[in-house]
């Protein structure tokens, strides 16, 4: 679950395709079709019919010029449209589609109409995690073991990125990791506020300058400053503790933008993985976790912004700048290659120098196109190797098991991540102290899609249960902190009535608290009763038959997000860690089914907690 507290409201893929007549011809082994790799040609259409120049009037003179920034944001290691927690085409009910090959059949448009001189192409972060791609080429096949070429960092060459900035989830590899991915990018790879610990030293490329020529005028030279999030520091401690640490985004950028300027910058644009709302997932003294609009707002000499990390489609966000009252303008593109931000910046040439006098922005829907064949063929190999390895009997499940009802109810596919966490931490606190305490696992229902059929289960239905890259650690808790914990995560349901309708779905998601920030804890018995206020609802807290002492110590399987302080859970951050040998949990379920061969319920399954009104249960 290394991810922002509020990143990811689209857990699992789901497909939708546009009807096409050659939907079902071609289909290869991995089910890509020859309809998802035909170049489209509506995109420049939608750019058109809003009104935006094409090629012969973005040019108007050599004294006034309109150039395009393209953006992309939260990629996620999607480099094709595919689902492979569903072995086919993505869809979705709003018709999306997905894939670095679906964004360069866009950008391959708008650059035949603006023209390749006038372009650029940007990235706001977070592109190497977040689908079994990255994850096979990171911890199964990792490629900076086996000497290949990260599949993101061959499309991204393969199309041409400008500069690309870090985002909070490049870390969650390593340091090592994203060292080698950086050194095979063409792009520009940029992060001036991430910073060596305990200096002011960038430990990345800060900023770069591109270089337009204009006839009868002296070059045109656009600035890019990158911007990482801070919660790097917290999201993944593991890795950055005592190496880096992460700058206010406002305060980096002030520092920096008139470095940029001084070093020749007419044009200078911000890259940053930084929502626009202002506001923080976590709490303590950590700077802004979403802070794109606060840069805006506070820090001269900025003409545009491409921003991302909330997974939201924003085509256009005007902020004045407090110091100069000019407008500068936002855009974020939805995530996972679903828009294209696209900034037309105006420029004119007067008094010996080139300088911004407008700029607009919008993104354009990449269900406009299909996948570009140039793009496909980058990654087919890879690709199929992914599509081979997630279609891998691990175990036979001796019935069908779901999550959709697992945010409200103790359900058993959920129980078995917390069989499987339980027993890997029993496993290896042997012979250790710890080994006489009691022990408690904690699980979140990350995906309601999740299921498990009945007989063959394969390495894609573990993916879509545990869709996250966490590593498993073992915490010491006392019985009045796992209380705490407990009423914290119970704030996830709204408050209901004794004698309201039964209608779960409706309750969940209080204050818009994300299903991935309501825990679950197996090993103690507890209700959640959601009549009552915040604060006061867990009820009945026991282990093993007798109420759970204050001072009663538990070791505590956990993932590594919650425990470096992922959701803001009370307690987890501080507690004693007494396991933690990385193993990824999605490998550890996949390892625990392989050794069993059978996935039975009747092993694993317990109704430890409930939802209560008054008392009285609601199921």
């Not at 520092?255 to 976590?282: E, I, K, L, N």
């Not at 390495?459 to 006392?478: C, Q, W």
Request: aromatic fraction near 8%; proline fraction near 6%.
């Amino acid at each position: 679950m290394t991810r922002t507290a509020h990143t990811h409201p689209d857990p699992s893929p789901r497909w939708c395709s546009c009807a096409a007549p050659d939907d079902e011809v071609e289909t290869t082994t991995s089910g890509l079709t020859r309809r998802n790799v035909l170049v489209g040609a509506s995109a420049a259409g939608v750019l058109a019919a809003a009104g935006w120049p094409t090629a012969a009037n973005a040019a108007p003179g050599p004294d006034s010029l309109t150039i395009t920034i393209m953006g992309t944001s939260d990629l996620h290691a999607n480099a094709v449209n595919w689902d492979y927690y569903k072995d086919a085409t993505y869809s979705d009910s709003a018709g999306n589609a997905i894939g670095l090959a679906r964004v360069s059949s866009v950008v391959n448009q708008i650059r035949a109409t603006r023209g390749r001189d006038r372009t650029m192409l940007f990235d706001a972060g977070d592109t190497i995690q977040g689908s079994p791609l990255g994850f096979y080429y990171a911890l199964v096949d990792p490629v900076n073991s086996s000497g290949a070429v990260h599949p993101i960092a061959a499309q991204m060459n393969a199309i041409g990125y400008d500069a690309v900035a870090l985002g909070n989830h490049e870390f969650n590899y390593g340091l090592d990791f994203l060292d080698y991915w950086i050194s095979q990018m063409d792009a520009d790879v940029l992060a001036a506020n991430a910073v060596r610990a305990g200096t002011k030293v960038p430990a990345y490329t800060p900023y770069t300058i591109k270089t337009m020529k204009v006839p009868g005028r002296p070059p045109l030279r656009v600035g890019v400053l990158g911007l990482t999030n801070p919660g790097v520091v917290i999201w993944d401690k593991a890795n950055v503790s005592g190496k880096l640490e992460v700058q206010d985004l406002v305060e980096a950028a002030a520092r920096w933008v008139p470095v940029m300027r001084r070093a020749g910058a007419h044009v200078v644009v911000v890259s940053a993985h930084s929502g626009d709302s202002g506001r923080s997932s976590y709490t303590g003294d950590l700077p802004v976790e979403n802070a794109a609009a606060l840069v805006a707002e506070q820090v001269p000499g900025i003409d545009a912004i491409l921003f991302g990390h909330a997974h939201v489609d924003v085509p256009q966000r005007i902020v004045k700048n407090l110091a100069t009252n000019r407008d500068v303008v936002l855009s974020e593109p939805k995530n996972w290659g679903q828009r294209l931000s696209v900034f037309d910046l105006t420029v004119e040439y007067a008094k010996g120098k080139w300088a911004v006098t407008s700029g607009s922005s919008t993104t354009v829907n990449t269900n406009t196109v299909v996948d570009d064949p140039a793009l496909v063929a980058v990654v087919r190999a890879q690709h199929d190797a992914v599509v081979r390895y997630v279609n891998t009997p691990v175990a036979v499940s001796t019935e069908a098991m779901s999550a959709a009802e697992a945010c409200w109810k103790d359900t058993a596919i959920l129980d078995y991540v917390n069989a499987v966490q339980t027993a890997t931490v029993s496993a290896a606190v042997a012979g250790t102290p710890e080994a006489a305490l009691p022990i408690v696992s904690i699980a979140a229902p990350f995906n309601r899609a999740a299921t498990f059929p009945a007989g063959q289960v394969t390495i894609k239905d573990v993916a879509g249960l545990y869709i996250y890259d966490n590593t498993l650690l073992g915490s010491i808790m006392t019985g009045a902190q796992i209380k705490d914990y407990l009423e914290y995560s119970a704030k996830y349901f709204a408050v209901v009535a004794p004698d309201a309708p039964v209608a779960p779905a409706t309750w969940t998601n209080a204050g818009n608290t994300p299903d991935y920030n309501y825990d679950q804890f197996s090993g103690v018995d507890y209700g959640v009763d959601i009549s009552q206020p915040v604060g006061s609802r867990i009820v009945g807290l026991s282990f093993d038959g007798a109420p759970v002492a204050a001072d009663q110590r538990f070791l505590v399987a956990v993932n590594n997000y919650r425990q470096s302080g992922g959701g803001g859970f009370p307690h987890i951050q501080g507690a004693p860690v007494v396991y933690n040998a990385q193993v990824a949990i999605r490998e550890a379920i996949v390892s625990y089914a392989s050794a069993a061969g059978t996935i039975d319920p009747a092993d694993f399954h317990v109704e430890n907690w409930r939802l209560v009104r008054n008392g009285t249960p609601v199921f």
